[in-house]
């Protein structure tokens, strides 16, 4: 009659010796050297503890309607601002345009995805358009892992050496930040206008001025990915036509304390597993080959 093997189990040997012996210095450097070699490696590589983390997130973004323009003529500078308090102290050269915007939810998220803005400036006769400077100003907000409320802008500047009747930008806004943001914290420093009081004096509203002051944060937005055109001449108008897209941002923040750990283990259990496999390997050549001195003892085991 045919046999088979129908269970099997395996025979546990023992390896003894004394304590100050040569059998358990060789444990103990098998056993540091697997504790402490996934160290050094995770260490020497890209550390152990990670500092800074990244991710990314489609921003809430709506435009404010706050602006100030500064065309650049032969007679001179035309300007034209949302503040009327601006507008009432540049007289002589303000000009008012005709404003027209749009916002658009492009894959229905129910978050905004592209600006559409046109403007319209009337010209008098023999005046003619060399340039133009356009800040306009968005409300813009982060909410998934790092929580920012900032006031950000997007500036537009294109200057010619003939006249121009008509600008056409294409833009993406994007945010930039000099330093991560710590994690898990409402960021609304910068929940500030970037145009200057009501009641500052009128160099305060020059374009350098604002500029310089929105530069010192550390959270800004810009005009990025930037597309522009323009057509010659010259007419009764001049034109400018900008399209915003606010595409999904990489945001730089410093993870939280779970955040390190699970990284950390993450890290050092891959090594330790690879290399606890190397020391068994030669913890069991020294042993069944006896390279030490230890005594053997197999449990005997009654039969019921």
């Not at 269970?7 to 040997?13: A, G, H, L, S």
């Not at 540049?90 to 978050?111: A, F, H």
């Not at 945010?175 to 960021?187: D, E, N, S, V």
Request: hydrophobic share 40%; aromatic share 14%.
């Amino acid at each position: 009659m045919a046999v088979i093997s129908v269970y099997q189990r395996p025979e546990t040997v023992f390896y003894k010796s004394s304590v100050c012996s040569k059998a358990s210095l060789v444990v103990l450097v098998l056993f540091v050297t697997t504790v402490v070699t996934p160290l050094i490696i995770v260490y020497r590589s890209q550390g152990l503890w990670i500092k800074e983390a990244e991710y990314r997130e489609q921003p809430n973004v709506l435009f404010k309607h706050q602006m100030l323009l500064v065309v650049e003529t032969s007679d001179g500078p035309l300007v034209w601002s949302s503040s009327s308090i601006y507008n009432s102290h540049m007289k002589n050269y303000l000009r008012t345009p005709l404003i027209k915007s749009s916002e658009t939810d492009d894959n229905y998220d129910g978050w905004k995805d592209k600006l559409q803005f046109s403007l319209t400036l009337p010209l008098l006769a023999n005046e003619f358009v060399y340039g133009a400077s356009l800040l306009i100003t968005f409300d813009y907000r982060l909410q998934h892992i790092c929580h920012v409320i900032l006031e950000g802008t997007g500036l537009l500047q294109h200057s010619s050496g003939t006249p121009i009747s008509a600008l056409y930008h294409h833009a993406d806004l994007v945010l930039h930040q000099r330093h991560p943001l710590p994690y898990a914290r409402t960021h609304s420093l910068y929940d500030i206008s970037v145009f200057p009081n009501s009641d500052d004096s009128p160099v305060k509203w020059a374009l350098s001025n604002i500029l310089n002051d929105y530069w010192k944060r550390n959270i800004t937005t810009r005009f990025s990915n930037t597309y522009t055109s323009w057509q010659s001449g010259s007419g009764d108008t001049f034109t400018l036509k900008l399209e915003v897209r606010y595409p999904e941002q990489t945001v730089r923040y410093i993870p939280g304390f779970w955040y390190v750990l699970k990284w950390a283990w993450v890290q050092y259990f891959s090594l330790l597993a690879v290399i606890l496999f190397f020391t068994n390997l030669v913890k069991d050549w020294v042993f069944q080959n006896f390279i030490v001195s230890t005594w053997m003892d197999v449990p005997k085991k009654k039969l019921t």
